[in-house]
C-alpha cells in the first residue's frame, strides 16, 4: 500500500508541474499577445491627420495605437513620426491615405531593446506638464543668462560632441562661452551670434581636464552673464557600460532621422545623461525645423529636468 500510495503521489505531483508549465506557457502567450495588439505608436504628429478604426475616423494624436487593420489619411505638409511594435522608427512626410499593413512592410530589422525607450518618450511627453518639482529646479537671477545645461549631480557627459545652448535673445548677442578648469584656468573661448555652440571633448584643450566649467557672458546691449555649469567627463568604467547598452539600439537608430534623433534623446535621459539627451534633442529640431513638435518635445525635456524655468506670472 506504501508502494502504491507513493506513486500515485508522484503520479500526482507530475501532473501538477505539466499544468503549471502549461499554465505558465499561456500567460507568456497572452502577455505577448496583449502587448503587441497594436502595429505602430504615434510619437510625434504634426497635422490634422486622421485614423480611420472600427470606430470611424478619429484625429490622430501622440501616443495613438494603430492597428493592423486601420487606415492612415495624411493631409498636405504633415509629419508622422510612428514607432512599430518590433522597435523601428518610420517617418511619413508624404500626404496620402496609407493602410496599416502597407506601412508595416516598409519595417525591417527593429528590436524589442528600443520599445523601452519609445515607451519612455511617450510616458514623459503625454504626462503632467509642470514636473519642476520633480528634479529640484531653481529660479535664477533676473540678471542670469539661462544656460540648458543640469544641475553639477547630472552633469556627466558620454559623447564627446556637445551642444550647448542658451535662452533666445537677441539683445545678448554676440555672446562669449568662457571654459575653465577647476582651478579656474581658461581653456577656451568662442564667441558667437547664435544662441548654442558646439563644442569637442576631445580638443586639444580639454583633454586634460576631467571637469569643464562653463559660463556664457553676453556682449550684447543686454549685458547678462550665467552662473557657472560644469561638465563632467564619464568615468572609463560607466562609459563601456553606457557603450554596451548603446549598442542595443546604434544599428537601429544609425540612419541620421529627427524621429531616431528623438528615440537616442529618450536612451540618453532614461539613462540620466542629461548633456547628451539635450545634443540629441538639438540635433533632431535641426533635422526637422518645421515640425514644432519637436521644439515642444525638447522645451518639455527642459522643464522636467530643471534645466529651464517658467518665467513668474
Not at 520633480?134 to 564627446?160: F, H, K, M, Q
Not at 553606457?242 to 534623433?261: D, F, H, M, R, V
Amino acid at each position: 500500500m506504501g508502494y502504491i500510495g507513493g506513486r500515485l503521489v508522484k503520479l500526482i505531483y507530475g501532473i501538477m508541474k505539466i499544468r503549471i508549465a502549461i499554465l505558465g506557457f499561456m500567460l507568456v502567450v497572452f502577455g505577448q499577445v496583449r502587448a503587441q495588439d497594436y502595429t505602430f505608436k504615434v510619437l510625434v504628429n504634426k497635422g490634422m491627420n486622421e485614423i480611420k478604426t472600427t470606430k470611424g475616423w478619429q484625429q490622430v494624436k501622440v501616443g495613438s495605437s494603430l492597428k493592423q487593420a486601420d487606415e492612415l489619411k495624411v493631409v498636405e505638409n504633415a509629419y508622422l513620426g510612428l514607432v512599430h511594435v518590433s522597435g523601428k522608427a518610420l517617418e511619413v512626410k508624404q500626404s496620402g491615405r496609407y493602410k496599416v499593413t502597407e506601412l508595416a512592410a516598409m519595417v525591417s530589422g527593429g528590436t524589442n531593446v528600443l520599445n523601452k525607450y519609445t515607451d519612455f518618450i511617450l510616458s514623459a511627453n503625454t504626462g503632467p506638464q509642470n514636473r519642476l518639482t520633480a528634479t529640484g529646479a531653481v529660479n535664477r537671477g533676473a540678471n542670469n543668462i539661462e544656460v540648458y545645461l543640469p544641475r553639477p549631480d547630472l552633469s556627466v557627459v558620454y559623447n564627446n560632441n556637445v551642444t550647448i545652448a542658451w535662452e533666445e535673445d537677441k539683445t545678448l548677442r554676440p555672446c562669449a562661452v568662457i571654459f575653465k578648469s577647476m582651478f579656474g584656468d581658461e581653456l577656451k573661448v568662442m564667441e558667437t551670434n547664435e544662441n548654442s555652440v558646439e563644442i569637442d571633448l576631445n580638443d586639444r584643450s580639454f583633454e586634460h581636464e576631467d571637469n569643464i566649467i562653463v559660463t556664457v557672458i553676453s556682449k550684447g546691449n543686454n549685458a547678462k552673464v550665467s552662473e557657472d555649469y560644469t561638465l563632467k567627463k564619464l568615468s572609463r568604467g560607466d562609459k563601456e557600460r553606457i557603450k554596451t547598452l548603446y549598442s542595443e539600439i546604434a544599428g537601429q537608430t544609425a540612419e541620421k532621422t529627427a524621429l531616431n534623433k528623438l528615440v537616442i534623446a529618450g536612451f540618453y535621459e532614461k539613462n540620466n545623461l542629461l548633456v547628451d539627451a539635450n545634443t540629441a534633442f538639438l540635433e533632431a529640431i535641426r533635422l526637422a525645423p518645421d515640425v514644432p513638435a519637436y521644439n515642444e518635445v525638447y522645451n518639455d525635456f527642459l522643464l522636467r529636468n530643471g534645466m529651464k524655468v517658467l518665467p513668474k506670472k
